[in-house]
């Protein structure tokens, strides 16, 4: 079930990328058909894994279009957290510092994720 969540995540997020619009949480999880209950949490937990393979595939982040509606259009404190743990950023989850390297990633994702190039192995 978690590699379909997170499967489902992958291709709503790559829609996103290439219309370039950030989505809510709450709204990947509508669109990504994730089941109740805990909804959010499962789809937290995605993204997560998700940042985890960009990260590690040296792709940029295309969790980075998932944001909190909580966090002034900001991804949820978790996406600086594991940020900061890949060694990626050092720095709050709120602020200007965050709004900056959240600028940085969504601008990489959506030159990287943004085309729709149907022959990339990344995109299954």
Not at 24 to 44: C, E, F, M, N, W
Not at 52 to 64: I, T, W
Not at 78 to 98: K, S, V
Request: proline share 6%; charged share 25%.
């Amino acid at each position: 079930m978690e590699q379909e969540i997170q499967t489902s995540v992958r291709h709503v997020l790559i829609a996103c990328a290439r219309t370039g619009n950030t989505i809510s949480y709450r709204d990947l999880v509508a669109r990504a058909d994730v089941p109740p209950p805990h909804g959010i949490h499962k789809t937290t937990l995605a993204l997560e894994n998700l940042v985890r393979e960009d990260h590690a595939a040296g792709r940029p982040l295309l969790a980075a279009f998932a944001v909190s509606r909580a966090n002034a259009g900001l991804p949820g404190q978790g996406f600086f957290h594991l940020l900061a743990e890949l060694g990626r950023y050092n720095g709050p989850d709120r602020g200007p510092q965050a709004e900056e390297v959240f600028g940085r990633e969504l601008k990489a994702a959506l030159q990287y994720w943004g085309e729709a190039l149907p022959d990339r192995d990344d995109q299954k």
